[in-house]
């Protein structure tokens, strides 16, 4: 069998957890040659179409995308396709709000229609886009690569630090638990408060916040091993599209030591998550980390043990699996 995976990015976390980083894993579950390709790196015609069995389109949007799924589908090759947000429902205050303009969002509708296999991250994914299928959606969690990271790390001594990361996509997210943000560094001068990715300048200015860049995917979780954070917080504004969000903060902060502090939904309810409903209970939470009175160590335990049992990608990946085999 041969799959062709067409993707946007290969190096991007949406690589990372959807695609170029579960092939090789993939692999393993079956018998089948992967071909990973950005969209610039392929001409697809015919004849090359015609030497893949299966082809998967990772967050299709655009007119390319759906004339291909119209080329291919004439063609008999079964199209597979993924979505890992709610492309449907981009927020004005998301900087990539723009793209996903009326004629795109129809684009979209028209390839959930015509795939033959839709994939997604979440089951609240699932439910926003269920009205918009002809096929059963399947839910693939992201999953924690053990592919890659084969060998379980000792955690080093927890640091006085909280971490954030994340790109400017989530300005209005951090903006919106700003108040919050605010009282934890002024009131936990001794703590450190580190942003990586995307600088929140407009948070009150404080000697214990620093920012480190955004970093590719594998030196990131290496480098969080080692700064030994307490707590990954998670500032999240109440939205559909936040809401299909995935946890993978949680997985990479289990994988860690690390305690994480998340939204009370549906997707973040799970074992060792400090949950928030509003700045009140975002403050508290992360006074109960600098306090001592809440566990992290025990939390990123419990948190980790789940995460083995059920998100890990050698285990989520019998789920790409076997639709594979549904398709052929």
Wanted: glycine share 4%; hydrophobic share 45%.
């Amino acid at each position: 069998m041969k799959l062709l995976m067409l993707v946007h990015s290969r190096t991007n976390t949406c690589s990372y957890y959807r695609s170029g980083g579960v092939a090789a894993d993939l692999r393993q579950h079956l018998d089948i040659d992967i071909t990973i390709r950005q969209w610039n790196e392929i001409e697809l015609h015919w004849q090359k179409i015609i030497e893949f069995d299966l082809i998967f389109l990772e967050r299709p949007y655009t007119d390319i995308a759906k004339n291909l799924m119209n080329f291919v589908k004439n063609m008999g090759v079964p199209m597979w396709i993924d979505y890992d947000d709610y492309l449907l429902g981009v927020p004005v205050e998301n900087k990539y709000s723009g793209v996903y303009t009326p004629q795109v969002r129809e684009n979209i509708k028209e390839m959930l229609k015509m795939a033959d296999a839709v994939s997604v991250a979440t089951a609240e994914l699932a439910r926003l886009y269920h009205d918009y299928v002809r096929v059963p959606i399947r839910v693939i969690p992201n999953a924690f690569n053990d592919f890659i990271f084969r060998k379980r790390v000792i955690w080093p001594e927890r640091q006085k630090l909280i971490l954030w990361r994340g790109s400017d996509s989530h300005i209005y997210d951090i903006m919106h638990r700003g108040k919050a943000i605010n009282e934890a560094t002024g009131l936990f001068p001794d703590w450190t408060f580190t942003f990586l990715g995307f600088y929140p300048w407009y948070l009150s200015e404080r000697d214990n916040m620093y920012h480190l860049k955004e970093m590719d995917i594998i030196l990131y979780h290496n480098n969080l091993v080692r700064m030994g954070p307490a707590l990954l917080h998670v500032p999240l504004n109440d939205s559909p599209f936040n809401r299909g969000k995935s946890n993978i903060a949680y997985i990479e902060a289990a994988y860690a030591g690390a305690a994480v502090l998340a939204p009370n939904w549906e997707e973040w309810k799970k074992p060792g998550v400090i949950l928030y409903e509003d700045d009140k209970s975002y403050l508290a939470g992360i006074q109960a980390v600098v306090e001592g009175t809440f566990d992290t160590r025990k939390a990123a335990k419990v948190a980790w043990e789940y995460i083995s049992d059920e998100l890990l990608l050698s285990k989520v990946n019998e789920k790409r699996a076997e639709l594979i085999k549904d398709l052929l």
